[in-house]
């Protein structure tokens, strides 16, 4: 019974089931079971026609009847998720109205009908947890299909990162080729540049010598023409009878006219011959002064001289420049035959004009506004000043240059008298040390030293002729001509950083070097640029005014016109393709470019300052020392002298005491003309050295150089 229940349930279950997916999805449904009162019920799509024919009425007591409309399987495919529910939710009703009915009324059919509408129940049971299966699988292989997806888009993100990385490899690999490259480029350019710096030195080399042999060769040639010039002036006076008003008074009459005449020619020609010859000596030995010789030097100078150039090309941008904001007037006139023919113009022939024209006028224009022009114009002083300041330079780095040359010279000067002198002393101790070995009272030890150390002083004279040739070259291609003789500047007294603070150095400096003012007019000038190629973007405005006659047309060849005219024009730039654009970037790289010089410009002259000072307080320092050493060294060689009159020392003390003397000797005035160029170097550094320096060098003139150097006491 409770078997029979069971199956009018699931057949009405089912029955509800094929209905709601006939409802749901009318075109989809392949079979349709109706429960009808007491007749069939038609399925919307007309197919319970069909179907009645295939299958028989089941009939129920209380005349209810279940008819099963067509035998084909119910789709599964065709239900979702929420007809399932749906479904289970009217099985619960049919089963719960099945209950009601009673189990005496089950028939075999009945439990036939119930058998098959369980066996489809169970049928679609199991399609639907096929259809959840395949939902779930269907799910799962989604899932899967995703998880491919994101595993093949991070597979392609990583190849994309690496093809990223191998490209930024070789980018890097393709700069650090072009970098090399550019490396290489440039190593070679500085050869190029320093074998042309090397081939200039070389000319440079050769012209001074080319100088030099040339000085040389005129140097002879002057001595010569001086020699032979003295010799005829010695002939003369030897031919030549004196004049008889210079013949003195006979003052005793023992001694004959001809012997007084005799007497007085020979006194005469011997007072002239030595006039001259003195007065050829003081011409060919006369010195030349610091002074003259810088004067020399400045106008030689081929840097001072392109550093005034440029000041002169910088005075005339700036006038040029100024030159537009100022009015300009300009004329024209013409002169014209003109033979016209007209055709075709309501004429049956040509018409033919012959006329003469003319025209003339005078035309005014101003600018009134034009903004980077005054720009350009500030910038343009700020290049004037610049170059002015170059001139300051360059005339500082002559009179370093210059002292360097002059008091070169004189260190060559010294070091060949000390040699001289050094000489002439050891030659009176190699005599002296044979004499004494002659006479048994001596070694032969002493004197090959003595021999020894006056080759060795040979040796150095030559030495130091070479340096002093070496040194009057160089001065003279500073100054442009041969120089042989100059006059001494020796200090009696160091000079010394005055003040002593390195503070106000620094500060004056920055306040007066020519250099840094340079720089910072060349900053300036960068600047007013980038603002003269940013007003480019401003509009300008311009007047103009004239009077213009012309006279001569086709139709009137004989009239003449007269025009007075007066306007104004404004030009606005709207828009120039990004030029104006690109100018301001280089202008403002250039201004961060120039300002970046400025910086090290100024931090390599606050260095040269600092060294300078230095070097100043180190040399004042040193000539104290040195000259302790000298009068020490002084005191020594008196002590070895005396030792050697009393046979307490021998000749090698004797001339190693003589060469201390010489080298301390030569160690201070070293110092001391170092101490001139010390105070130059310093000066320059702070941007105040000038030509009164040189001026007041001028004034300090020492006595000659030989009568200066103390040389050696005579051994007696």
Known sequence: MKRSFKC???????????????????????????????????????????????????????????????????????????????????????????????PSQITPEQEMAERLAALKAEKVRRDAEKLELERLAKQKDDQKKAEAEIARIDELKREQEQLAARKAEEERKISEQLELERFAKQKAEQERAAAEIARLAALKREQEQLTTLKAEEERKASERTEQERLANARKRLLTEPPPSSTAPPLQSADISPAAASSATSDRVSETGLNQIVKEGKAAESAPETIWDLYISAKANDPALGRSRARVNVSRADSDHLFSTLLPHLDSNAGVQQISQALAHYNTPNEVKYDYASFNYSLIARMTLLNVPAIYSLSAADAALRAEEAGVAAARQNLIIKFTDSYFALLKAQTDKQIALGEIKRLKQVHEQTRAFFKEGTGDLISVYEAQSRLDGAGADLTRTESTLRLAEQKLSSVTGKPVKSIMNYLPQQPAKTDPDDLEWWVATMEKEQPVLKQAREGLLQISEQRKSVKAEYLPVLYSSGGYTVSRGTPDLPSAEVRQWFVGASLSFPWYSGGETAAKVRRAVASEEERQ?????????????????????????????????????????????????????????????????????????????????????????????????????????????????????????
Do not use: W
């Open 596 to 716: 970046h010089a400025f910086d090290e410009t100024i931090e390599q002259q606050r260095e040269n300052v600092k060294q300078a000072f230095y070097n100043l307080r180190y040399n004042f320092s040193l000539i104290k020392a040195l000259e302790q050493k000298m009068t020490s060294a002084e005191i020594q060689l008196d002590a070895v002298k005396k030792g050697r009159n009393m046979g307490l020392r021998n000749a090698i003390d004797l001339l190693n005491a003589e060469q201390a003397y010489s080298l301390a000797l030569r160690d201070y005035k070293y110092a001391l003309y170092d101490n001139f160029i010390r105070v130059f170097q310093l000066k320059s550094a702070a941007g105040i050295l000038t030509d009164a320096d040189i001026a007041e060098v001028s004034k300090k003139a020492s006595p000659t150089l030989s009568s200066q150097l103390r040389f050696f006491p005579d051994i007696n």
């Open 8 to 102: 009018i349930s699931n057949c009405l279950f089912l029955a509800c089931v094929v209905s709601i997916s006939a409802f749901a999805e009318p075109s989809a449904a392949d079979s349709v079971i109706s429960i009808i009162g007491d007749r069939v019920m038609k399925s919307e799509n007309n197919s319970s026609e069909r179907s009645s024919e295939e299958s028989a009425p089941v009939p129920v007591k209380g005349n209810a009847t279940i008819r099963i409309v067509g035998d084909k399987p119910i789709n599964a495919q065709t239900l979702s998720s929420g007809q399932a529910v749906r479904l289970e939710t009217t099985a619960k009703e049919v089963k719960t109205t099945a209950e009601k009915v009673s």
